[in-house]
């Protein structure tokens, strides 16, 4: 490699490292961001224990746990924007073995826990919130449709 050589990678090295300092690592997200928090009934009633919410977005999302009360909290914010919300049910703590003497007696574990099938789905659930930066309460009250 000659001197001429060397100092053009020279020179491109140090044009790297300046464009790495300028624009961060990568790890420093500073795109604003809201805390998600409310409650969740159907019919004004609690859902079944073990059922969670989620929102997705084109920007991001995240879900929590819903307590036996309806509340949730979402442990981290997500980014501001709009949001489709969906309910997903619990899963069933049922035994393979507990599950197929249920089917047998004609008592088989609803799936969706008894919330209505248009929830599940966020593209048909209707439900929509828009997340502000800061604390957000978003309260929902499913109908039994």
């Given at each position: 490699m000659g001197?001429?050589?060397l100092?053009?990678?020279?020179?491109?090295?140090l044009?790297v490292?300046?464009?790495v300092v300028i624009t961060?690592?990568?790890g420093?997200d500073s795109?604003?961001k809201?805390?998600?928090?409310?409650?969740?009934?159907?019919k004004g009633?609690?859902l079944?224990?073990?059922a969670?919410?989620?929102f997705?977005?084109?920007?991001?999302?995240?879900?929590?746990?819903?307590?036996?009360t309806?509340a949730?909290k979402?442990?981290e914010?997500?980014p501001v924007?709009?949001?489709r919300?969906?309910?997903?049910?619990?899963?069933?703590?049922?035994s393979p073995?507990?599950?197929?003497?249920?089917a047998?007696?004609?008592k088989?574990?609803d799936p969706?826990?008894g919330?209505?099938a248009?929830y599940?789905?966020p593209?048909?659930?209707?439900l929509?919130?828009e997340?502000?930066?800061?604390?957000n309460d978003?309260?929902f009250?499913?109908?039994a449709?």
């Amino acid at each position: 490699m000659g001197m001429g050589s060397l100092r053009k990678f020279f020179a491109l090295g140090l044009v790297v490292a300046v464009a790495v300092v300028i624009t961060g690592c990568g790890g420093g997200d500073s795109a604003p961001k809201g805390k998600v928090q409310g409650k969740v009934t159907l019919k004004g009633g609690s859902l079944p224990t073990g059922a969670s919410i989620a929102f997705s977005g084109g920007t991001g999302g995240g879900s929590a746990s819903i307590d036996a009360t309806g509340a949730y909290k979402l442990n981290e914010g997500i980014p501001v924007g709009s949001y489709r919300v969906s309910i997903v049910p619990p899963t069933t703590s049922q035994s393979p073995e507990e599950a197929m003497k249920a089917a047998m007696a004609g008592k088989a574990a609803d799936p969706s826990g008894g919330i209505p099938a248009k929830y599940l789905d966020p593209a048909q659930s209707g439900l929509t919130f828009e997340v502000k930066a800061g604390n957000n309460d978003a309260n929902f009250d499913l109908s039994a449709e």
